[in-house]
């Protein structure tokens, strides 16, 4: 796939992660896909916290589904519908963001005021 989408600073979008590979595509990025439902088009650090709190709303990311999702543990990047970051937000277990690997499309759902107090970069975390 050709990368023209933009990140959240209207720059290029720069990859989430390769190991693991993650992504809508499965190509590493948090590209936007209208085909996809639940938006992954935010690049965020997985804390113990953000794990917990979305197993507890019904989505246990720590468990392997092979072939295409290999569980998720603490200081893994992932592409993460926007949705649900902005559930673990509200709630206090929002995990740190990579600006640089989050498409714009994720400002339909989080602004980027927000955003930016959970940069990955600085390693800000402002709840």
């Not at 590493?28 to 992954?40: C, E, I, L, T, V």
């Not at 902005?86 to 714009?104: I, M, R, S």
């Amino acid at each position: 796939m050709e990368n023209s989408q933009k990140n959240v600073y209207g720059s290029s979008l720069q990859p989430c992660s390769r190991n693991p590979m993650t992504g809508w595509f499965r190509d590493g990025y948090a590209h936007y896909d209208s085909r996809d439902r639940g938006q992954h088009t935010l690049c965020a650090k997985m804390t113990e916290d953000f794990l917990n709190f979305t197993r507890s709303m019904g989505n246990d990311l720590t468990q392997p589904n092979p072939p295409m999702f290999p569980g998720l543990r603490a200081g893994d990047c992932w592409a993460l519908c926007a949705s649900r970051w902005l559930e673990a937000y509200k709630a206090g277990f929002a995990p740190q963001v990579k600006l640089d690997a989050t498409n714009q499309k994720a400002l339909d759902i989080v602004p980027l005021s927000i955003l930016e107090k959970f940069n990955a970069a600085t390693g800000q975390q402002d709840q």
